[in-house]
């Protein structure tokens, strides 16, 4: 975790799992490195916020695999899901639900699955497809989190690879260009 800058309530804390993800951004906003993953994505926001700084909203900026042919470009997510956890198992074992999917206001826009597991396999990719357009690591973990404390959260995603077969390389070789276009998206926006 590396937080750049000073979160204000006045501007937005921009949220990015990888450093090449953000290469672009400048420091014009404050931004927030977490590493890769729910669980790192969780314990930076969740650490920074507890602080007591709050920002005037969180954007989550990253890349996201697309899960069905097609997608492409930069999106506002307008629902997130854990694609990794078993709620209607855990519904039938406690009789609450858990991980249920997060709608992430009036607009429309993809539905983003996250979890802790980078799609590279056609199977997963194939059983993801049906209830998501994208897949990410971090999405879900950032919603929760601002969600929780009261503070307004954006999911920012484009689309760097298609999940499946050949991700890895995909995302290797196109992460700085979608770095590019998000620090570009940002720069966009009347902040």
């Known amino acids: 975790m590396r937080l750049l800058g000073t979160i204000t309530p006045t501007r937005p804390l921009f949220v990015v799992a990888m450093e090449e993800e953000a290469a672009y951004l400048g420091d014009a906003f404050p931004v927030l490195l977490t ?10 926001l969740a650490t ?9 909203e969180i954007v989550n900026l990253g890349t996201a695999g697309a899960l069905r042919p097609g997608w492409s470009g930069t999106h506002q997510v307008a629902q997130v899901l854990q694609h990794d956890m078993d709620t209607p198992a855990l519904l039938a074992l406690t ?19 996250t979890g802790d597991l980078f799609v590279s396999d056609p199977a997963a990719r ?3 497809a049906q209830t998501a357009d994208l897949v990410d690591m971090e999405g879900y ?4 989190i601002a969600q929780r404390a009261g503070v307004p959260v954006r999911l920012i995603k484009h689309v760097s690879d298609e999940a499946g077969a ?26």
Do not use: M
Not at 35 to 44: D, M, W, Y
Not at 96 to 113: F, K
Not at 141 to 144: H, L
């Open 166 to 191: 050949g991700a890895v390389q995909s995302w290797q070789q196109s992460v700085d260009g979608c770095a590019k276009i998000l620090a570009e998206w940002v720069h966009a926006q009347q902040f």
């Open 35 to 44: 590493g890769i993953g729910k669980i790192n994505a969780t314990a930076a």
């Open 95 to 113: 009789g609450y639900r858990y991980g249920e999917a997060l709608s992430l206001g009036e607009a429309a826009g993809p539905t983003l699955a």
């Open 141 to 144: 973990a950032v919603a929760t």
């Open 126 to 128: 194939e059983r993801l």
């Open 48 to 56: 920074v916020l507890a602080r007591g700084e709050h920002p005037s």
